[in-house]
């Protein structure tokens, strides 16, 4: 299963996210930056309110490489 959206805000642990679909909290997810190609496990643990853009997901970076995001922090 695939899912585009777009980070809403990032930080070196995860990030919240807009995605047109939900998944199950607790969900592991494959997360690649489209900006960089990087890619790495994310779990999903918040899920907010849905919206005409899709879910407010907050996902937790595993073991994320520091370049995840390509910025510094």
Known sequence: MRAEGY??????????????RSFPIGER???VNLMNGNACEAILVWRGH???TGWELGLELQEAPMEFWGVEF
């Open 50 to 52: 849905e919206s005409r």
């Open 7 to 20: 980070t809403v805000d990032t930080s070196t642990k995860g990030c919240l996210a807009m995605i047109p």
């Open 29 to 31: 997810l494959l997360l």
